[in-house]
């Protein structure tokens, strides 16, 4: 809203400063600024009213130090995140923007999901919630809705750079950066690490078999929307089980991804990293930094000992929103790599479910790879104290996000 506002006043009025509004850069930092500033200030608000409707966490005796002290304390504080992510890119991003409304739509389903589980939870008293199948239900509902509107929404483009030849053709017009780019067309590529030639399109998946099935290249995009949606939002869902552990690890990848999404809708980073150049994604910026900002606030509260806990209202969020800026930057298949911590939180529950249904089958009794799933569990009870575990991972996050941007350069 704001952003219209300002954008008038500088069209029609000149008023000074105004045009600052038009600067990614400016409404980025505005973005963060606004969104702590309303999960810390209203976040305390929010949980007092969690406690009076005595949506406190009933916690299982696991055997696990300090876990028994933690029932009572509210939950379903995923309504701060979202609650701070949203305020501000209403005020500041720009609403036409596909990309935006994309992000607020998974926002708003993935939320709605997270909320119906918890709601069932603590009010129904259903200690299993919603359905499991209702969860996956709703997850590839939104792969479906994103894939659609990315493979077919006439704004969601890319520019490829040119190949040496007919790019020195193209800069004698008038020496412009953006002759370096080819005219904006649809595409299913996407990005590989870690490759020199790092493009890969997915239509080459079903061309492979027969080149008059490229038509149908939209059918895998999307089944690969659906599977990344699903895992990531599980893996963050995962991860949410001591205090600051999932909240930290997605400020982190969220602010990695906020970079690719910067220099990707940059013309001028595009052609100097020699990356695609997607027209209008660098707008996500904004919603990746109240993203973050929301997080960072929402560990105000959140960490040991936590006031509140995210629920399933937050953590299926979380996991939403970074697989669709993932996927609409074109960086999907880097998230085994910057989404580290919730890999391997996916891959040891499946572990630990896998082995120990083998071994029971094979021994007559269940046999455990891990001490307890997912793997922080392990870790406490290992005996490291769930502070000094949320810190340990979140600097192997850091480490992962500094891998993920390397790959900008090391193909």
Request: with cysteine.
């Amino acid at each position: 809203m704001l952003y219209y506002l300002f954008e008038y006043l500088e069209k029609h009025f000149q008023i000074p400063g105004a045009s600052l509004f038009g600067f990614i850069t400016f409404r980025a930092a505005m973005a963060i600024i606004l969104s702590l500033g309303i999960s810390t200030i209203f976040g305390k608000r929010i949980i007092r009213f969690l406690q009076k409707q005595q949506v406190g966490e009933t916690i299982r005796d696991l055997g696990l130090e300090g876990q028994v002290e933690k029932a009572g304390t509210p939950t379903m504080g995923g309504i701060i995140i979202i609650m701070a992510t949203l305020i501000p890119v209403l005020l500041l991003a720009k609403l036409e923007n596909i990309y935006i409304i994309l992000l607020i739509v998974t926002t708003l389903w993935m939320g709605t999901i997270g909320f119906i589980d918890d709601y069932i939870k603590k009010f129904k008293k259903d200690k299993e919630g919603l359905k499991g199948k209702f969860k996956v239900m709703g997850q590839v509902g939104l792969g479906l809705i994103v894939g659609l509107t990315l493979y077919f929404h006439p704004e969601v483009t890319v520019r490829e750079e040119l190949p040496q030849n007919q790019k020195q053709e193209m800069v004698t017009d008038n020496g412009s950066v953006e002759k370096q780019f080819s005219y904006e067309e649809k595409s299913t590529k996407t990005t590989i690490p870690f490759v020199k030639e790092n493009e890969f399109d997915y239509a080459d998946i079903i061309t492979w078999f027969d080149e008059d099935l490229k038509p149908y290249a939209w059918i895998v995009f999307i089944l690969v929307s659906i599977f990344i949606i699903t895992a990531v939002s599980n893996g963050a869902n995962l991860t949410d089980g001591i205090d600051g552990l999932a909240a930290g690890s997605s400020a982190i990848i969220a602010l990695t991804l906020g970079i690719f999404a910067w220099v990707s809708g940059n013309i001028i980073f595009s052609e100097y990293l020699n990356i695609m150049y997607i027209p209008r994604v660098e707008e996500i910026t904004i919603y990746i930094t109240a993203f973050v900002g929301a997080l960072i606030g929402f560990l105000w509260y959140n960490t040991y000992p936590a006031q509140v806990f995210m629920g399933d209202t937050g953590s299926l969020t979380i996991g939403g929103i970074i697989a669709v800026i993932a996927i609409a930057v074109r960086k999907e298949w880097l998230i085994p790599v910057l989404c580290g911590i919730f890999l391997a939180e996916n891959l040891s529950v499946v572990m630990q479910v896998s082995y120990f249904k083998y071994t029971k089958k094979k021994y007559g009794e269940g046999r455990r790879i891990f001490k307890m799933s997912p793997l922080h569990h392990h870790y406490q009870k290992s005996g490291y104290h769930e502070s000094k575990i949320v810190t340990r991972f979140w600097i192997v996050g850091i480490l992962l996000a500094i891998l993920s941007i390397v790959t900008l350069k090391i193909r």
